[in-house]
């Protein structure tokens, strides 16, 4: 699913031409996510500080208003058992 917003600007640069990106920047998940794990389990990657809050799957709603008040980095979502 690709998304498309608008990015207005002050100056004529991008006048008659395409500014694209990717959800991932230059990450390519296939090859990296292997090495971000590898990291995280070696306790050189510390990812539990992007973590802002953790709420139940039951609660889910509350995770979408954290977003969209901007009060949330990364939600963790936790599946019932």
Known sequence: MFCEDSFKTHFRILSE???KGTFFGNYKPHSD??????????KE??????????VP?????????YMLQG?????LICMDA
């Not at 996510?33 to 070696?42: F, G, L, S, T």
């Not at 990657?45 to 953790?54: A, C, G, P």
């Not at 009060?71 to 939600?75: A, F, K, T, V």
């Open 17 to 19: 031409r395409t500014l």
């Open 33 to 42: 996510i292997p090495n971000v794990v590898e990291k995280y389990m070696n």
């Open 45 to 54: 990657l510390d990812v539990e500080k992007f973590i802002t809050y953790s």
């Open 57 to 65: 799957f039951s609660e889910i709603n509350r995770a979408f208003e």
């Open 71 to 75: 009060q949330s980095l990364r939600c």
